[in-house]
């Protein structure tokens, strides 16, 4: 027997019920009882022949029903009362809720959580009943229950309201749980009636500023600001100049800050309520900075840095740097100490202003690849070395006083001569482009690294048979650099 309609195995996604049960084994030709749940969606549906019932393959299905409980079942049976048998290991199924449970929750997981059953399993009933706005979650027997919102429907495992017998007062939320009710209290109530009033200015759960006063009322509390403050009460803010009119003599301006109140005076006064008549710089009672000049004002003073100091007179500090552009000169760094200034030179460069040459070429410590010796050089002020390969003279000088001294141990160096912009024109880095006359390579070189291919691009000088010479290299070979002042 075949039906159109009859699609999957154990988890069916369409059909006629009493011809899926047959198909299941439930029941035969002459009919039977048998329960029915629903369970979640599968990607496909497999087919096969049973009992002389044959059933085809399908896809995936908005809704499944299956004729076994499993720990997936969710509580939204249409049913008010269902019995079921719950397989074993269910506790890590979803559930949401406290005794009473989101429609979605897993029934069987939901029960251990209530602690109406075990996690082996067995006969547990439960009962269909409305819903509410939210649920709150807990652990409880070992399964974790979620906080979650709104579902069309709930279910709880007792029937029973307790809720009916005796409410929770102050407008606290009375839920039904097993053989007992809980009471979920509104904001500023407790106890398991919700029949104490939290009292949150003793307690400081209060959210009153520091310059307001906390008064308890039913279920909540006021905040007031404090004389000589304005505000709602959680925010306070000073107002003595508005509730102090004439607080400040003379024309002076009254303003408020973040706790107290500043008479700012018109000339020729001074003093907390600009009261008095002062001399400021004659007085020395000016705050003019060490490094600056007071002169006298009609009723006040004003403050001037010094030469070579900037600020705004009250601070002042070393300007020299700026008021002197150029003073450290050939890259040199300046910068301004408390009295004076000192001068940072490159490697090149000595003296107080970084006037005298020191050196004209280093030799890097670290190998690295062309490209990053070149940075590497470039971070001192340099580059790699060209104006001093291409003069022989300054070339042979590098080799004896730099390159020998260094022994057998650093053999090979880079330069700043590259064809990397056009294979097999070579050019220094500062533009001049290779001559036979500005180089000195090794016999039958350059000769792209030996074979090394297109990416023998660079240039290094390196000993052979006792002797320093230029050959190409593959970029890449990690080398020592000749770094050159530029």
Same mark, same amino acid.
Not at 162 to 171: D, P, V
Not at 218 to 236: D, M
């Given at each position: 027997?075949?039906?159109?309609? =009859?699609?999957?195995?154990?988890?069916? &996604?369409?059909?006629?019920?009493?011809?899926?049960?047959?198909?299941?084994?439930?029941?035969?030709?002459?009919?039977?009882?048998?329960?029915?749940?629903?369970?979640?969606?599968?990607?496909?549906?497999?087919?096969?022949?049973?009992?002389?019932?044959?059933?085809?393959?399908?896809?995936?299905?908005?809704?499944?029903?299956?004729?076994?409980?499993?720990?997936?079942?969710?509580?939204?049976?249409?049913?008010?009362?269902?019995?079921?048998?719950?397989?074993?290991?269910? !506790?890590?199924?979803?559930?949401?809720?406290?005794?009473?449970?989101?429609?979605?929750?897993?029934?069987?997981?939901?029960?251990?959580?209530?602690?109406?059953?075990?996690?082996?399993?067995?006969?547990?009933?439960?009962?269909?009943?409305?819903?509410?706005?939210?649920?709150?979650?807990?652990?409880?027997?070992?399964?974790?229950?979620?906080?979650?919102?709104?579902?069309?429907?709930?279910?709880?495992?007792?029937?029973?309201?307790?809720?009916?017998?005796?409410? *929770?007062?102050?407008?606290?939320?009375?839920?039904?749980?097993?053989?007992?009710?809980?009471?979920?209290?509104?904001? !500023?109530?407790?106890?398991?009636?919700?029949? %104490?009033?939290?009292?949150?200015? /003793?307690?400081?759960?209060?959210?009153?500023?520091?310059?307001?006063?906390?008064?308890?009322? &039913?279920?909540?509390?006021?905040?007031?600001?404090?004389?000589?403050?304005?505000?709602?009460? $959680?925010?306070?803010?000073?107002?003595?100049? &508005?509730?102090?009119?004439?607080?400040?003599?003379?024309?002076?301006?009254?303003?408020?800050?973040? /706790?107290?109140?500043?008479?700012?005076?018109?000339?020729?006064?001074?003093?907390?309520?600009?009261?008095?008549?002062?001399?400021?710089?004659?007085?020395?009672?000016?705050?003019?900075?060490?490094?600056?000049? *007071?002169?006298?004002?009609?009723?006040?003073?004003?403050?001037?840095?010094? /030469?070579?100091?900037?600020?705004?007179?009250?601070?002042?500090?070393?300007?020299?740097?700026?008021?002197?552009?150029?003073?450290?000169?050939?890259?040199?760094? *300046?910068?301004?100490?408390?009295?004076?200034?000192?001068?940072?030179? $490159?490697?090149?460069?000595?003296?107080?202003?970084?006037?005298?040459?020191?050196?004209?070429?280093?030799?890097?410590?670290?190998?690295?690849?062309?490209?990053?010796?070149? &940075?590497?050089?470039?971070?001192?002020?340099?580059?790699?070395?060209?104006?001093?390969?291409?003069?022989?003279?300054?070339?042979?000088?590098?080799?004896?006083?730099? =390159?020998?001294?260094?022994?057998?141990?650093?053999?090979?160096?880079?330069?700043?001569?590259?064809?990397?912009?056009?294979?097999?024109?070579?050019?220094?880095?500062?533009?001049?482009?290779?001559?036979?006359?500005?180089?000195?390579?090794?016999? !039958?070189?350059?000769?792209?690294?030996?074979?090394?291919?297109?990416?023998?691009?660079?240039?290094? %000088?390196?000993?052979?048979?006792?002797?320093?010479?230029?050959?190409?290299?593959?970029?890449?070979?990690?080398?020592?650099?000749?770094?050159?002042?530029?």
């Amino acid at each position: 027997m075949q039906h159109s309609d =009859l699609c999957g195995t154990d988890d069916y &996604a369409r059909g006629p019920l009493c011809l899926a049960a047959m198909h299941a084994g439930l029941v035969d030709n002459l009919g039977g009882y048998f329960e029915v749940f629903k369970s979640d969606p599968l990607p496909k549906y497999s087919k096969s022949e049973r009992f002389g019932v044959a059933s085809k393959s399908c896809r995936t299905a908005t809704e499944t029903y299956s004729f076994q409980m499993k720990c997936s079942t969710k509580g939204n049976t249409e049913s008010s009362v269902t019995d079921v048998d719950c397989p074993s290991g269910c !506790g890590s199924n979803y559930v949401c809720g406290i005794n009473l449970y989101n429609s979605n929750s897993s029934v069987c997981a939901a029960a251990i959580h209530a602690g109406v059953l075990s996690a082996e399993g067995g006969h547990v009933r439960f009962y269909s009943t409305q819903s509410q706005s939210s649920f709150r979650g807990s652990t409880n027997h070992g399964v974790h229950s979620k906080s979650c919102g709104f579902s069309k429907n709930a279910f709880s495992f007792t029937n029973e309201d307790f809720c009916a017998s005796k409410s *929770c007062l102050n407008e606290g939320n009375c839920q039904s749980g097993m053989n007992q009710r809980f009471c979920f209290c509104s904001v !500023g109530f407790t106890g398991e009636d919700c029949q %104490i009033d939290i009292n949150e200015c /003793t307690s400081g759960t209060h959210n009153c500023h520091q310059h307001a006063t906390c008064t308890n009322t &039913a279920g909540s509390f006021q905040c007031s600001c404090k004389a000589n403050y304005t505000g709602s009460g $959680t925010q306070c803010v000073p107002d003595y100049c &508005a509730q102090n009119l004439g607080l400040c003599k003379n024309s002076g301006r009254c303003s408020d800050t973040i /706790t107290d109140y500043r008479c700012s005076c018109t000339s020729g006064y001074t003093g907390r309520h600009c009261e008095t008549d002062i001399n400021e710089c004659a007085a020395r009672t000016h705050n003019c900075h060490g490094y600056a000049t *007071c002169t006298n004002t009609a009723g006040s003073f004003r403050c001037s840095c010094n /030469t070579n100091f900037i600020g705004n007179g009250l601070q002042c500090k070393a300007n020299y740097c700026n008021s002197n552009p150029g003073l450290c000169q050939n890259g040199g760094t *300046c910068t301004d100490t408390v009295t004076s200034y000192t001068c940072a030179c $490159t490697v090149w460069y000595t003296g107080s202003t970084c006037t005298n040459v020191r050196q004209d070429h280093i030799i890097s410590n670290d190998l690295r690849s062309w490209d990053d010796s070149r &940075a590497y050089c470039r971070s001192l002020g340099g580059d790699l070395a060209t104006w001093g390969i291409r003069d022989s003279a300054k070339r042979n000088s590098i080799i004896t006083n730099l =390159l020998k001294p260094l022994g057998s141990g650093k053999v090979y160096f880079w330069i700043g001569l590259t064809d990397k912009d056009r294979e097999g024109s070579f050019v220094y880095l500062d533009g001049v482009e290779m001559t036979s006359s500005n180089t000195d390579f090794h016999e !039958g070189e350059p000769n792209d690294g030996g074979g090394l291919g297109p990416n023998a691009d660079c240039v290094l %000088i390196y000993l052979k048979n006792g002797v320093y010479k230029m050959d190409d290299n593959n970029c890449w070979y990690l080398k020592f650099a000749i770094c050159e002042r530029t």
